[in-house]
């Protein structure tokens, strides 16, 4: 996402990570990461391209937290299962799961 670099981003994300569809509206999903070993992983309830997703993040999540993150999927099909939220319109089958846990103390 090269949250900390606005002038980039875009090209960065098309031309070398090979971003699908970075205009279109789709639901889309980042994995957020930073000095303080957390991990975030967004998801977005509604469609909107990739700029507004990440203009989003650098609003609500980044501000002062120098997070940095990735974008994943974009064809418009993330989805979520956690205790405090769960995307419950995509029936598609997952090929690649991300599964973010916490089992050992770091």
Not at 70 to 99: H, N, S, W
Request: charged content about 20%; hydrophobic content about 35%; proline content about 6%.
């Amino acid at each position: 996402m090269n949250l900390q670099n606005d002038s980039t981003w875009l090209n960065q994300a098309v031309n070398v990570e090979k971003m699908y569809n970075p205009d279109g509206k789709v639901t889309r999903s980042g994995l957020l990461y930073g000095a303080s070993l957390n991990l975030y992983l967004i998801t977005t309830p509604t469609s909107c391209t990739s700029a507004a997703f990440r203009a989003a993040i650098k609003e609500k999540v980044e501000p002062s937290n120098k997070l940095e993150g990735i974008f994943l999927d974009g064809a418009g099909v993330p989805q979520m299962k956690c205790p405090e939220y769960r995307t419950t319109d995509q029936t598609r089958i997952m090929p690649t799961i991300l599964r973010v846990s916490h089992n050992v103390d770091l």
